[in-house]
């Protein structure tokens, strides 16, 4: 009798199937002598839409709403029921004794599995294989320690919850919103509060006023003091009289050393990545969107073998793990990494601060795997990811950074300046990005800009007497809190439990495609829409503590704590208030994106809508559906004045070429030039030509051969 493995894609199923032994490859799946290895194309079922309950459903109508089915439904999705009726035949086999799921080892991957054998009705037993990494070593070791399938139903349940949970909110609130102000509005249970985290960012900058202060500087002649009121220790001034005062007071004059104190500070090592904290890096350092990072992820994760599992939310490792440390950092030993290791390599690893198995849940932090690394077969965005979980890896067996940091208080005058010095003792961890790194990796770095920076101390003593060289007094205003970036973004929706490390990315993405957001620079803004959709949505859904609050429930039932049935029955109830919320209102919209451009079939003025081909102009009216390209298209033909490329149009006479600056229009007819005009010259010549002398010239041989036509 042989094993059913189902996974979750083509090329994982083809990686198991080797290791496995599964040589024979057939249209859906591989063999061998004890194992059948087939593999689903991500999700091959999901839950049925509410036209497949009843056929009114088809039409949006706000009287229909909301849509809450008794029980729901799955359904296979057309473009992928191929396989999914490939691995239906195949489990109808009598020599298949029980299945082993070997999706991806989170919640979606259980999903994933477990709604294939809900519609093919398996029967027989099944069990889970649980593994953190795709090498042979790890596929082997899985198979050796396949769980029972059951221990995973708890999972199971968490993950129908939360598509259910999305399926109910996210569909009758999108629905109801389109139907009642006709515009594609979409809200979501964890979307439409992030949104709503961003524009009240956004409204804390719009209120905000900026208010002028300022510092004072004395130049001590080897180092520099800032002046600071006594008590309080701020430095901002906000009455330029005083600050010109205290200038004018200390400048030239001799001060006392009151206070010199030297602590020895101490920086530990940074934790390992969890995918919310490499996504956050790799945003800062190199512009990556978290999409990009999760995407660039899965293929060192999948293709290359090279790291662990990404979906993880730990920043930690288990004790079962400290074994395969050293191999992990040997595997690593390579090329710009090999002198970083080598020390590491020459004694016992410390892991005391990173291995605890009571902040592991499902899967350890990202680290390395032992697969033998290869740079040359990265690519650029590949190698910059892997080159950050690398130096981090090998930073977790640095010793701590230790430097001293001086702090001298001097008065001038009675007024209290203060000097702050650091001196490295010894670089530990922070070795590994670069000694000049200093201020790297030490987490939110948010020294206030009015400081002087990271300066050295001369040898001083208390009581000493210091000359005040130059005495300045630097006008600054105050900032509005910054804009949100992506990094930024997945710190506020970790802090507000939004969504999960694996589906945070795709929440920004949607954000941006259903043009509520937009991306300025690095930052993430509000559309009009954006502001509106807000406005429109209930308040019960755009609140973050909402949504956090089932998120927490979600991860209860994960682990056994909470109970499926009520969570659900809430999710039902708070739908209906919210819904009836949407029909109840008086606010109105106004599309932000109108123009002034009318519908040809129906004569509505059309919007302007973003899409993957460019600007699109799109007739609101969704019984119409009318739609255009915003944006004229652009030919090879240049402008004679300015020599850019004209835009092509087409009118009653035909088609034809603008330049809209230099208003110079030509028809398209036209054979005075371009490339059609010299194939029809050659064309010509060929046929009137009476091949004359290689003397002759083009210009001869055109004239007679124009000449013969005409005479024709």
């Not at 296979?76 to 070997?102: G, Y």
């Not at 599309?591 to 600007?615: A, F, I, S, V």
């Not at 030509?689 to 000449?707: F, I, R, V």
Request: charged share 30%; proline share 5%.
């Amino acid at each position: 009798m042989k094993t059913l493995v189902l996974a979750e894609k083509p090329s994982v199923a083809k990686e198991i199937a080797r290791v496995l032994g599964a040589r024979q490859k057939h249209k859906s799946h591989y063999e061998g002598a004890d194992y059948v290895v087939t593999w689903a194309l991500g999700h091959l079922v999901t839950l049925a839409e509410p036209e497949d309950y009843d056929s009114k459903f088809s039409t949006w109508k706000l009287e229909d709403l909301p849509i809450i089915p008794s029980k729901m439904k799955l359904k296979v999705i057309r473009e992928t029921s191929h396989q999914f009726k490939a691995i239906e035949r195949l489990s109808r086999r009598n020599d298949l004794k029980e299945l082993v799921i070997a999706t991806d080892a989170g919640r979606e991957g259980e999903l994933v599995a477990r709604w294939i054998m809900e519609l093919i009705r398996w029967k027989k037993p099944f069990k889970r294989l649980w593994i953190s990494s795709q090498t042979d070593r790890a596929i082997k070791e899985g198979f050796a320690q396949l769980k029972p399938g059951s221990q995973y139903n708890r999972l199971y349940q968490s993950a129908v919850c939360r598509s259910e949970a999305d399926w109910l909110i996210g569909l009758n609130i999108t629905r109801a919103l389109t139907s009642k102000y006709n515009a594609q509005l979409a809200a979501g249970r964890v979307q439409t509060p992030t949104l709503a985290t961003i524009i009240q960012r956004e409204n804390e900058i719009r209120k905000f006023q900026p208010v002028e202060y300022w510092t004072v500087q004395a130049d001590f002649g080897s180092f520099q003091g800032i002046w600071r009121k006594p008590g309080s220790g701020e430095p901002r001034i906000f009455d330029r009289s005083q600050a010109e005062a205290i200038r004018n007071k200390v400048q030239g004059r001799t001060g006392q050393i009151i206070q010199i104190k030297k602590t020895e500070k101490t920086i530990p090592q940074p934790l390992a990545y969890d995918l919310t904290e490499l996504q956050r890096d790799a945003n800062k350092r190199y512009g990556f969107s978290a999409k990009q990072t999760s995407s660039v992820l899965q293929r060192l994760y999948e293709q290359h073998k090279l790291v662990t599992y990404p979906r993880t939310d730990s920043r930690y490792l288990t004790a079962d793990m400290v074994s395969t440390l050293k191999g992990r950092v040997q595997s690593v030993a390579v090329g710009p990494y090999a002198p970083l290791a080598r020390p590491l390599l020459q004694k016992p690893l410390v892991t005391k601060r990173i291995v605890d198995d009571s902040k592991v849940s499902d899967h350890h932090a990202i680290i390395p795997t032992e697969q033998p690394l290869q740079l040359n077969l990265l690519s650029n965005e590949e190698r910059k990811l892997y080159d950050l979980i690398v130096r981090r890896f090998l930073a977790l067996f640095y010793p701590p950074c230790r430097y001293d940091q001086t702090t001298v208080q001097i008065e001038v005058e009675k007024e209290t300046f203060w000097a702050t010095g650091k001196q490295m003792k010894e670089t530990g961890w922070k070795e590994v990005y670069g000694a000049s790194d200093f201020n790297e990796e030490d987490g939110d770095n948010d020294a206030s800009s009015d400081e002087p920076s990271s300066q050295l101390l001369p040898e001083l003593k208390p009581q000493g007497k210091l000359t005040v060289k130059r005495c300045q007094e630097t006008g600054r205003f105050t900032k509005p809190p910054a804009r949100y970036t992506e990094a930024t973004l997945l710190t506020q929706m970790e802090k507000h439990n939004l969504g999960t490390p694996a589906t945070r990315a795709d929440i920004i993405e949607k954000l941006l495609n259903t043009d509520t957001i937009e991306r300025q620079g690095n930052s993430l803004v509000p559309t009009g829409k954006g502001w509106q959709l807000i406005e429109l949505a209930s308040e019960e859904l755009r609140s973050p503590e909402l949504t956090a609050q089932w998120e927490i429930e979600l991860e209860r039932i994960a682990k056994g704590q909470g109970q499926m049935e009520r969570f659900l029955e809430n999710i039902r109830k708070q739908t209906i208030r919210m819904v009836s919320e949407v029909k109840q209102s008086t606010i109105e919209y106004r599309p932000h994106n109108l123009t002034h451009k009318k519908c040809p079939e129906c004569g509505q003025n059309m919007e302007e809508r973003k899409t993957k081909r460019g600007k699109m102009l799109v007739c609101p009216n969704r019984e119409c559906g009318f739609r255009r390209a915003a944006e004229p298209k652009l030919v090879n033909k240049r402008c004679p004045q300015c020599h850019k490329k004209m835009e092509i149009h087409e009118g009653k006479a035909g088609k034809y070429v603008q330049c809209r600056p230099c208003n110079i229009v030509e028809s398209l007819s036209d054979s005075g030039g371009g490339k059609a005009a010299a194939r029809m010259n050659r064309k010509l010549i060929q046929q009137y030509s009476d091949n004359e002398g290689l003397s002759n010239s083009l210009g001869d041989a055109l004239k007679a051969a124009l000449q013969k036509q005409s005479e024709k």
